[in-house]
């Protein structure tokens, strides 16, 4: 992955290395501040959103991770596991937040979208 800043130059402000799979998204913190990347390899890392520099990994999803989402004010957490989608795989190709927090939608392979309440 590549930090870009356009407005600033045509190079990349920095390479961001540490997947061992291909990336299959990447989410910036409304804020800015925070850069989240899901992966084929099963794991969510978090950089800095202004220098690209890796800051931590979230494990121990069960197949790979293709959507990320931060909460509106990018500091909600949820209270609980969700359990997975009703399929022989268990997966889980959308996610987002609802605009006040309370709430989360997730879609899965077993064609059915979940409406999580906070």
């Known amino acids: ?10 190079h990349p402000k920095t390479r961001m290395t540490g997947h061992q799979q291909l990336v299959n998204h990447v989410y910036f913190s409304p804020d800015g501040q925070w850069v989240a ?11 800095n959103g202004t220098t690209g520099k890796f800051v931590a990994a979230f494990r121990g999803h069960v197949g790979p991770v293709y959507q990320i989402r931060f909460g509106i004010s990018g500091t909600h957490k949820l209270k609980q596991d969700l359990p997975g989608h009703e399929d022989e795989f268990g ?9 006040d927090g ?3 939608a ?3 392979r077993d064609r059915v979208l979940k409406l999580w309440m906070g």
């Open 106 to 108: 997730s879609g899965g």
């Open 37 to 47: 990347s899901a992966s084929f390899d099963k794991s969510v890392k978090l950089w």
């Open 1 to 10: 992955m590549f930090l870009w800043e356009p407005a600033v130059s045509k």
């Open 102 to 104: 309370e709430k989360v």
């Open 91 to 99: 997966k889980v190709f959308a996610v987002d937040w609802s605009p």
